[in-house]
């Protein structure tokens, strides 16, 4: 199995700053992207930011585009989410998830922590 654990949520104000890391353990299931997806109250859970392995395919959300910076350490198994910028309706529990990238920006995440609560006040 799997394990995400996900860290460096809390509360912001608009036009501050957050990062988020996701530290993945366990046993290995081949897969070769990490990323992060969120979930605000009473909508569905959304892709935020995708990263592959050797870093040479980055993908974000267009509502993130500019503000948020997804990288990785490989050698600690880590993703980061840098959240500058932030606004109001970033607010949601983000969720670290690992699987596979596709074809045309998409990934096949099959494997998610359990969330960190971000909130941003206006």
């Known amino acids: 199995q799997v394990q995400l654990v996900e860290s460096g949520g809390g509360l912001a104000q608009a036009g501050g700053s957050l990062r988020l890391s996701c530290a993945a353990s366990?046993?290995?299931?081949?897969?070769?992207?990490m990323g992060w997806s969120r979930q605000a109250p009473g909508k569905e859970r959304e892709f935020v930011a995708g990263?592959?392995?050797?870093?040479?395919?980055?993908d974000y959300a267009d509502s993130v585009k500019g503000r948020f910076t997804i990288s990785r350490d490989n050698a600690k198994n880590t993703v980061y989410l840098q959240m500058n910028s932030l606004k109001p309706e970033d607010t949601a529990v983000y969720y670290c998830?690992?699987?596979?990238?596709?074809?045309?920006?998409?990934?096949?995440?099959?494997?998610w922590g359990q969330g960190t609560q971000v909130t941003v006040s206006s």
């Open positions: 366990g046993r290995t299931f081949g897969g070769n992207a």
């Open positions: 990263i592959n392995w050797a870093g040479s395919r980055i």
């Open positions: 998830a690992a699987g596979y990238a596709e074809l045309g920006g998409r990934y096949d995440f099959r494997y």
